[in-house]
């Protein structure tokens, strides 16, 4: 996994995906285009919508999209997990990759804990 502390390695899609939108391409991306949505564009406009359940089956996908190109994973296989496991899918699995992806913009990744 990379020096990212906003990368997540997530087990999704059968497979483990290392995703970031704290990647210098992706950031770029987002302070330009931002991601779809009703209640704006930012980032942090779309974690508010996700917290307050009110995004849409765009938001999702282009979270889930943007994390794991800053991920590292090839835009061809991006479009092929995007196909398979996001598009005309249900919601459900995939908010929870989203949500987990953005927080962890703001948030980093947690600090693991110690066994007492």
Sequence with gaps: MTDDQCAREITWAGGTHTFTLNHPWVRNVLSFRG?????GNSPAA????FEAGNYSP???ERVIELGLIGGGTP???VEALLDTHVRNKPLGPNILIAHQVLAALFVGTPEPTEAS
Aim: hydrophobic share 25%; net charge negative; with cysteine.
């Design 75 to 77: 835009e061809r296989e």
């Design 46 to 49: 779309c974690l508010a919508q």
């Design 35 to 39: 991601i779809p949505g009703p209640g």
């Design 58 to 60: 765009d938001d999702v």
